[in-house]
């Protein structure tokens, strides 16, 4: 038995643009596009902002500027907009004070083919409106983009901090220049930790990772699963609930039920760690052995996902009991790169006979984990990047719904201290350490 739903819990907002790196020749291709070619990715990015909202509660669409560059076949359109949100009236949903109406947008949509793909969508609050004036930036209005006065001495302190970095993590870089870049690139993401860390109401810490001299597209495109945004419970049954109330707090953890934490690499192969996450407890609760198995063997024998660029976990599901079950980690071990499939029917460890999908109510979702055994869920990650540990909890506005990209496996919860509320955490097993 096997599970999986799109659960949201971390933060999904921009903070602060990365630097950009050493220009060269091909990227010449990037130009700034004029409002009608821009347009349409606009109103898709609108699209998809309201989907899902009920009539009276969309946003319209205000000023919008960009650029446009080729992307393979296709067109790649980043965008600067803003959107005027109606006043809301019901305290249960406004979470964000109801004067701030107007959000400064940032977008980036492909269009290959004439289909439109929206790849990212960060919001903020903002209180002054924008207009079309062309001497006008659209940055000097997001109060959460504008640099506070940096102190005299910042530059030695981050020239310190990077320097224990590239010590701690072993990093080395081809040239000055790319060093110099780096380091630059760190610099913004230690100031963007800093403000994810002021918005965060959990125990979260952010701060120095293994990930802090990537940029934001570096790390997405890495690491994390672009294919889960469409994931819809396709080709799953929806499970029956327990019936049975969820204990206060649940770990599985303690239990037996889950092996060590496994390190994906700089592969996008988070879909198999869940999927095999949850396939290792539900054999340990069904035949009472833990067996760590094999993500590889997904990697390179499930011909529908594409291993470290991204997948499902529903088609990983389906692809186990079409080659017969899993092999054990010793037998088919990690690579982090797709190969032959070497899968044996022989060396299968592990069978399974169906995959489910979940309520996404919490109380439901909560005691199924408890009775039935971790499940494999999705997040946003977007705060994963700069997280080392603690409870994260983001504002509710914050965790958009359309931008989950990161599969991790479900192994409990507990409840969040009384100095910042009642309301239930979950704990999870993820693909890398910090």
Known sequence: MASW?????????????????????????????????LLGPARFALEMYNRGRAAGTRATLGAVRGRVRRAGQGSL???????EEPPCNDPTVCQLPVSKKTLLCSF?????????????????????????????????????????????DFSVKMASIFKEFVTTYNRTYESKEETQWRMSVFSNNMMR?????????GTAQYGVTKFSDLTEEEF???????????YRGKNMRLDKSTGDSAPSEWDWRRKGAVTKVKN????????????????????????????????????????????????????AYSAIKTLGGLETEDDYSYRGR??????????????????????????????????????????NAFGMQFYRHGISHPLRPLCSPWLIDHAVLLVGYGNLPVPVDHSRYWESAEGWEP
């Not at 930790?193 to 109401?201: E, M, V």
Request: proline share 7%.
């Open 264 to 315: 994906q690499g700089m592969c996008g192969s988070c879909w198999a760690f869940s999927v095999t996450g949850n396939v290792e407890g539900q054999w340990f609760l069904k035949q009472g052995a833990l067996l760590s198995l094999s993500e590889q063997e997904l990697l390179d024998c499930d011909k529908v996902d594409k291993a470290c660029l991204g997948g499902l976990p529903s088609n």
């Open 108 to 152: 980036e949509i492909l269009d290959e083919l004439g289909k439109h793909m929206l790849l990212r969508r960060d919001c903020g609050p903002v209180d002054t409106k924008v207009t079309d004036d062309k001497n006008e930036t659209l940055s000097s209005v997001l109060p959460l983009l504008n640099k506070e006065p940096l102190p005299q």
């Open 193 to 201: 930790a800093q403000k994810i860390q002021a918005l965060d109401r």
């Open 338 to 379: 797709m190969q032959t499939c070497g899968f044996s029917p022989k060396k299968a460890r592990v069978y399974i006979n169906d995959s489910v999908e979940l309520s996404q109510n919490e109380e439901t979702l909560a005691a199924w984990l408890a009775e039935k055994g971790p499940i494999s869920v999705a997040i």
């Open 5 to 37: 739903l799109p659960l949201l819990s971390l933060l999904g907002l921009l903070l602060g643009a990365a630097p950009a790196p050493p220009r060269r020749a091909a990227d010449a291709q990037a130009r700034e596009a004029a409002y009608p070619e």
């Open 77 to 83: 359109y980043s965008l600067r907009a803003t959107l």
């Open 220 to 230: 997405r495109t890495i690491y994390l699963n672009p294919l889960l945004r469409e």
